[in-house]
């Protein structure tokens, strides 16, 4: 800075962004004495240069140094495969409906589900801009990782296979036009960060090797993709999604086990929210039936629930579980835990054991006594209501 303006007259430099030093994995200073230098060459040589990129920005925090951990840069490669698979599926689809126009759809041919991730992609946009104009380049990358993995990856393109892959769905070209105008502003909000993977990305979306992201219209904030509404709605219906998979997660029930979806609500609007929503609802909530009523008449008292903003979810306890068969392995269970409890028992009553092993030996065995108690509980817990 002073060397710019002695030799020129002129400051050098609008602005300086300083940020932290790099350290090594235990938080030490890189250095030759240590041999702990990390030579990023061999970095991007192994993950490629956005994944080393990737990785510094999102632990970029202003006045903070930062540690360097491999499980990070493992993590960014992960993120730029996601990228590209999400961009393949894209250009599969696209290829399989040439004749389908998507580039002139209608705001009103937009389903809940299309209008919901234009509205994310809109408030993402917003915040990204203003995050980067304050220098918050971490904070603004780590929104956009969030928004590309968990909401445009895990939930609307799982949202929209189902129109995709049907012959005679009529929003397969809304479909089609969100996929591309959401993953195309989301590559320009990433590029800043994973330059290489997104301008490559750009190109064969446009099929055209001079159009360079570099130069293209940064995304703007639009009033005409704020849509409230949708956004309420399915969110609710992620939360009931969320829902029925932890039920399932904590009952064990494979993924390939359909069963009887019920949703109960008073409310008509949320009754006719999952109505229109209900395709991709049976998908995702791994549903062989969906049916929705204002109260929860006919529906079995062993029927399991899940509350969600405006209703309740419930599916038929035996359509997730073979009765017989969730009997028979909740035994074995039992019968392993009471030999876990016995052998940790013996081992803590042993006086030699309590008076010569390290005190992190007898509460890591005292920890792992009650973890086992508590499960045995859960265990006959099932096993008396199974054999009511």
Not at 73 to 95: I, T, Y
Not at 238 to 250: C, L, Q, T
Request: glycine share 4%; aromatic share 8%.
């Amino acid at each position: 800075m002073f060397s710019g303006i002695e030799h020129t007259g002129h400051t050098p430099f609008d602005t300086v962004l300083i940020h932290g030093l790099v350290r090594d994995s235990q938080g030490r200073k890189m250095s030759k004495s240590l041999g702990n230098g990390i030579d990023p060459l061999e970095v991007i040589d192994k993950y490629g240069a956005d994944a080393l990129r990737l990785t510094l920005v999102t632990g970029n925090a202003p006045g903070n140094d930062m540690r360097f951990y491999w499980e990070r840069v493992e993590a960014s490669r992960n993120f730029a495969n996601k990228v590209w698979n999400a961009s393949r599926f894209m250009l599969m689809n696209f290829e399989q409906n040439e004749g389908l126009d998507y580039e002139n759809v209608d705001a009103k041919d937009l389903t809940a589900a299309d209008r919901w991730i234009l509205s994310k992609l809109n408030n993402l946009t917003r915040d990204v801009t203003a995050l980067m104009e304050k220098y918050e380049l971490g904070i603004a990358v780590s929104k956009i990782y969030d928004f590309i993995w968990d909401e445009f990856c895990d939930w609307y393109i799982e949202m929209v296979k189902p129109r995709l892959y049907s012959d005679t769905d009529t929003t397969k070209a809304a479909a089609l036009y969100t996929l591309n105008a959401v993953l195309v502003d989301a590559l320009k909000l990433l590029h800043p960060y994973m330059p290489f993977i997104t301008e490559e990305i750009y190109q064969t979306l446009l099929d055209d090797d001079s159009q360079s992201i570099m130069i293209s219209d940064w995304p703007v904030y639009s009033k005409l993709r704020e849509f409230a509404a949708e956004e309420s709605d399915v969110e609710r219906i992620k939360e009931a999604v969320s829902g029925i998979r932890n039920i399932r997660g904590e009952m064990n029930v494979p993924p390939s086990r359909k069963a009887h979806v019920i949703v109960v609500s008073e409310d008509e609007k949320v009754r006719e929210n999952f109505e229109k929503n209900k395709v991709f609802f049976a998908t995702l909530g791994l549903a062989s039936e969906v049916s929705i009523k204002p109260d929860k008449s006919g529906i079995a008292d062993d029927a399991v629930s899940v509350v969600i903003e405006g209703g309740t979810i419930y599916i038929p306890f035996a359509e997730l579980v073979d009765v017989d068969k969730e009997i028979e392995r909740l035994k074995k269970e039992e019968k392993r835990l009471a030999s876990e409890l016995e052998r940790s028992e013996k081992m803590l009553s042993n006086p030699n054991f309590v008076n010569k092993a390290p005190q992190a030996k007898i509460d890591e065995e005292k920890q792992k006594q009650e973890k086992y108690q508590s499960m045995m509980n859960q265990v006959k817990e099932r096993l008396e209501h199974l054999s009511k």
